[in-house]
């Protein structure tokens, strides 16, 4: 059967439908998003309970014209081979996507699912990095609204099938668990460190000239099997760490250079204090070497 590609004027999602008559002036991807649109177009408007009361006598029992009919065996076949898939067309993730997925994933990133597609969801406190975001990844993202109870804004893509191999694989019993077969590329630690790294100074009411600081991962979420496994593959790229005993990782000193030349500059403004101290270390070594920090 031949079908056609059409645009939800609702969601703006593309769905596939088969191009018959009945889909000639279809405009809507699902009844949710029909009822939706005309709820919107009603503005507000409502029957009355007596013209309820009458459509409901009019179309009860025999004088409803689909009474006492039933799908035959054979279409109800076909609408079971038709729903049991995805009507939307799969999106191509490469490489560079996958591992930023990966990295937002060890963060707060989430992917809930249905039967045939993925979702993924983020909250954060910097509307910056949700439209960063939205800029690096090629999913078909809805609008970012702002939660004002808790000071902080959300962003979700909608449902997709290229995404239910990443719920399978970060939550395969129902729980967010770190894959086994994760490598830790840049752009995973990058993305990891932006959404759930930090940078602690010493105690500068004693040392207040003192440019040590450290890093620190929070992997509370996570059980210590699976903070052990990100232990291993952070030195496997030669960035020594070790698992804290309230659950969280933090790099060891000696390393401190090395992770930040790994992840190059910040991406985004809202992040750039996490940066402060490999900038304040970077210019300690300028005016050591009498050079300037640009030159450094």
């Known amino acids: 059967m031949k079908t056609k590609t059409l645009t939800c004027l609702n969601c ?7 191009d018959i008559k009945r889909n000639l002036k279809r405009t809507y991807c699902s009844a949710k998003c029909a009822k939706s649109a005309n709820g919107k177009r009603n503005k507000g408007r409502k029957h009355t309970p007596e ?25 109800k076949a076909k609408i079971a081979i038709k729903n049991s898939k995805s009507r939307k067309i799969p999106l191509i993730i490469n490489e560079t996507e996958r591992n930023i997925l ?30 960063h975001i939205k800029l690096l990844l090629p999913l078909d993202w809805g609008p970012i609204w702002e ?27 129902g729980k967010k668990i770190v894959p086994k077969d994760l490598t830790l590329s840049k752009e995973a630690i990058l993305y990891w460190f932006l959404g759930d790294g930090s940078i602690r100074f010493g105690n500068k009411s004693k040392f207040p000239n003192s440019k040590h600081y450290e890093i620190r991962l929070a992997t509370d979420g996570f059980t210590r099997e699976d903070n052990l496994f990100l232990v291993e ?11 804290l005993k309230h659950n969280q990782i933090k790099i060891f000193t000696e390393s401190n250079e090395k992770f930040f030349k790994l992840l190059g500059g910040c991406p985004v403004n809202c992040y750039d204090y ?20 640009q030159d450094a």
């Open 12 to 18: 703006s999602s593309i769905f596939i439908v088969p």
């Open 274 to 293: 996490k940066w402060r101290g490999y900038n304040n270390m970077n210019k300690k070594k300028a005016l050591i070497l009498g050079i300037t920090g």
């Open 51 to 75: 013209t309820c009361a009458h459509f409901s006598k009019i179309r009860f029992g025999q004088m409803n014209p689909f009474y006492g009919q039933n799908h035959s065996e054979e279409t």
């Open 102 to 131: 990966d990295g937002l994933m060890l963060g707060d990133g989430h992917i809930d699912s249905n039967n045939f597609c993925g979702r993924y969801t983020q909250g954060c406190k910097y509307l910056e990095f949700l439209e």
């Open 233 to 243: 593959q952070l030195g496997i790229i030669g960035i020594r760490s070790n698992l």
């Open 147 to 173: 939660d004002k109870k808790w000071n902080c804004y959300h962003l979700k893509s909608r449902f997709n099938p290229s995404l239910l191999e990443f719920r399978k694989r970060w939550y395969p019993n």
